[in-house]
């Protein structure tokens, strides 16, 4: 699965943003709003909530009886969702059986762990500012059509990647730029700025990916099956 994208520049000498279009051929198997609402009907995931402004929303916990772990309120997440704001799910690799079977090849093919997060929105509500993460990242359309830049510069790795710090938007200089549809594939560089400008109904996943030689526990993605005599 992952050919076109190793063909597509030389990594070892000139790694830089990557646009793959069509990479997944039925991208609603990957993530649908169907998906999405089973997330929001199990408490094996995490939620953010984005607000308009850019920041994260609170989200009321609680603890039942029964539960090792408190949970997020449903409610708040619901009518957040529902009010065509931006939402965030963290540990989604494990919902959708197709994308456990990716993070697997991306493992095997490089030296990473891999996640999912899913970013989405049921109207046009802003994402983050222009901003670097921690680690490379792919991104994967499956509903909607996003505007991207991704930028040439990058953050340092000598220090933690801040994004409090305004920036100079006079020295960024853009890498790629275009619009993802579903099924297109992005890939952003470790560190690089990069923004997206959504102003449509839209799901996306994103792989982040932290290298190996900073931890080496892989996920166990394997699916165990119960044999029964009846
Ligand atoms: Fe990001």
């Given at each position: 699965?992952?050919?076109?994208?190793?063909?597509?520049?030389?990594?070892?000498?000139?790694?830089?943003?990557?646009?793959?279009?069509?990479?997944?051929?039925?991208?609603?198997?990957?993530?649908?709003?169907?998906?999405?609402?089973?997330?929001?009907?199990?408490?094996?995931?995490?939620?953010?909530?984005?607000?308009?402004?850019?920041?994260?929303?609170?989200?009321?916990?609680?603890?039942?009886?029964?539960?090792?772990?408190?949970?997020?309120?449903?409610?708040?997440?619901?009518?957040?969702?529902?009010?065509?704001?931006?939402?965030?799910?963290?540990?989604?690799?494990?919902?959708?059986?197709?994308?456990?079977?990716?993070?697997?090849?991306?493992?095997?093919?490089?030296?990473?762990?891999?996640?999912?997060?899913?970013?989405?929105?049921?109207?046009?509500?802003?994402?983050?500012?222009?901003?670097c993460d921690n680690f490379?990242n792919?991104?994967?359309?499956?509903?909607?059509?996003?505007?991207?830049?991704?930028?040439?510069?990058?953050?340092?790795?000598?220090?933690?990647t801040?994004?409090?710090?305004?920036?100079?938007?006079?020295?960024?200089?853009?890498?790629?730029?275009?619009?993802?549809?579903?099924?297109?594939?992005?890939?952003?560089?470790?560190?690089?700025?990069?923004?997206?400008?959504?102003?449509?109904?839209?799901?996306?996943?994103?792989?982040?990916?932290?290298?190996?030689?900073?931890?080496?526990?892989?996920?166990?993605?394997?699916?165990?099956?119960?044999?029964?005599?009846?």
């Open positions: 699965m992952l050919s076109r994208f190793f063909a597509s520049r030389n990594f070892h000498q000139d790694d830089g943003a990557v646009f793959i279009s069509r990479f997944l051929e039925n991208p609603t198997d990957y993530l649908s709003w169907k998906d999405v609402e089973n997330c929001l009907n199990r408490d094996d995931v995490f939620w953010e909530l984005i607000t308009d402004g850019g920041n994260k929303a609170n989200i009321p916990m609680y603890k039942p009886y029964w539960s090792p772990v408190p949970c997020q309120d449903k409610k708040t997440i619901h009518d957040h969702i529902q009010d065509k704001k931006s939402f965030i799910i963290t540990g989604y690799s494990k919902v959708n059986r197709n994308l456990t079977k990716l993070c697997s090849e991306i493992e095997r093919s490089c030296d990473v762990n891999a996640g999912v997060h899913v970013y989405g929105s049921r109207g046009g509500s802003p994402s983050f500012k222009t901003h490379s792919f991104i994967i359309q499956t509903v909607g059509c996003t505007y991207w830049q991704v930028y040439k510069n990058r953050h340092t790795s000598l220090i933690q801040r994004n409090d710090k305004p920036l100079n938007y006079d020295i960024l200089e853009i890498d790629w730029e275009g619009v993802l549809t579903p099924g297109d594939l992005l890939y952003i560089p470790n560190r690089a700025y990069h923004q997206a400008r959504p102003d449509e109904a839209r799901l996306s996943i994103s792989i982040p990916c932290a290298p190996s030689v900073i931890d080496s526990n892989f996920y166990d993605r394997r699916y165990y099956q119960i044999q029964t005599n009846n």
